[in-house]
């Protein structure tokens, strides 16, 4: 079972950047694909970014491309995404969360780990 420890949550004025950072212990099996989630008001959780071998590919959900920076240390443990230019709408609470191979994508139902989320608060 993969453990994470989610942090970067906050509040943040709109137009500004948050970094989200997730520290997670697993092998590689289980850690092959990586997210970030978030459940925003009443809506469903969604998928807002993927990374996937290694780092080597990442994808973004549309309300966030042009918007973030995802980042992963394999030898840390240590995913980042950064997204800038938030907007209250991006107001929520943001989970980590694993899969093992292959498919990688924002389908939130394909994931088999998760952390307990951050939250993150944007001001208008």
């Known amino acids: 079972q993969v453990q994470f420890v989610e942090s970067g949550g906050g509040s943040v004025q709109a137009g500004g950047s948050l970094t989200l950072s997730c520290a997670y212990s697993g092998d590689p099996e289980t850690t092959y694909c990586m997210g970030w989630f978030r459940k925003v008001s009443d809506k469903e959780r969604e998928g807002v970014a993927v990374i996937w071998d290694e780092g080597r590919n990442t994808e973004g959900a549309d309300f966030v491309k042009e918007r973030y920076t995802f980042s992963w240390d394999i030898v840390k443990h240590t995913l980042n995404l950064r997204i800038r230019n938030v907007k209250p709408e991006d107001t929520g609470l943001y989970y980590c969360?694993?899969?093992?191979?292959?498919?990688?994508?924002?389908?939130?139902?394909?994931?088999?780990?998760w952390g307990r989320g951050t939250q993150v608060t944007v001001s208008s």
């Open positions: 969360a694993a899969k093992g191979r292959w498919y990688c994508g924002l389908d939130q139902s394909q994931f088999d780990s």
